[in-house]
């Protein structure tokens, strides 16, 4: 998505060869207009698929997926995470292990929110080892939901999220994939 | 609003004398279409405000945040929450008590999203004791920027968010206002 990936030339920020920080536009402030772009790019690029609740993770993830669900004309459901280990009888959960913060949080998801007749589209800011992504798979499955896809912002195309994804035979789409972090650039794939 | 309280009357689950859960509908899985009645509802309220920028605090106030934006067509700001106290030159932080939690948390926002030339429209789901409400005007005190207003989806009026705003000379305007809970029902003022 060129309006996506010109936005990333232009506002993020890049440390070292691997980070990069949209905190201008997608993050921490978040420009409305963008997301709706991107909302329709998603319903574009699942158009055929019948989707019946968008699934996401808290925070970043939940602006873009309740922007995005307009276009779907679904609700939204936010998996939830914590540092307690506990298990509740009333929630489908799992553990994801997070490289920035090198720390395995649990994400939770309360049993009333998804059914075995949902389809479910998986959106989230960014694909990265796909750690984030294979937990709320996990508890899409543990429901017995069909997940009939993945919507990402920008995908780290460099580091191995996606293969991970489509071990399962799930569908991604991201709108802006990085090939690389080049001197402090981005390089689109 | 009365679409809004129809909401709370049919979906609510009430525990105790205090605790109001919209779990159903606005704080794990959300309702697009009715944030979006929400956020049209806040623009009429905030009509003769010249709104820059809205705040909200993550996790739960960001999709009401982002809907409502579009009415308004500026961009959102979410404060970060952490448990770690540590400074950061970068931000401007607050703490926050939560009843709920029983434990105090530091809400952070980077200074390169406020500034003094914003005129802020601080949103969140609920209003109860108002501490939330009132590290996100610290915040915005902070960066010299002008709160123009608050608006809640929910306020608890048994309790003192209210005064505690009222007292800074900040208009609150909540959709939905409730006086008490009696039987495990909800009375709305």
Redesign the interface.
Known sequence: MELLKKRISENARIIGNEIVKV???LN??????L??EMGKEFKARFENQEVTKILTI??SG??L???A??YF??????A?KSEARNLSPDVYESQVYSFTKDQTYTIR??K??ISPLDKVLIIDDFLATGNAALGLIKIAQQAQAQVVGIGIAIEKGFQKGREKIEENDIKVESLAIIKSIDNGQVVFA
Chains 1, 2 share one sequence.
């Open positions: 905190d201008s536009f921490h402030q978040i420009d409305v207009n997301l709706n808290e925070a939940i602006g997926a309740c922007i669900a307009q004309n679904v609700p939204v459901v936010f939830k998801v309360s009333e929110y």
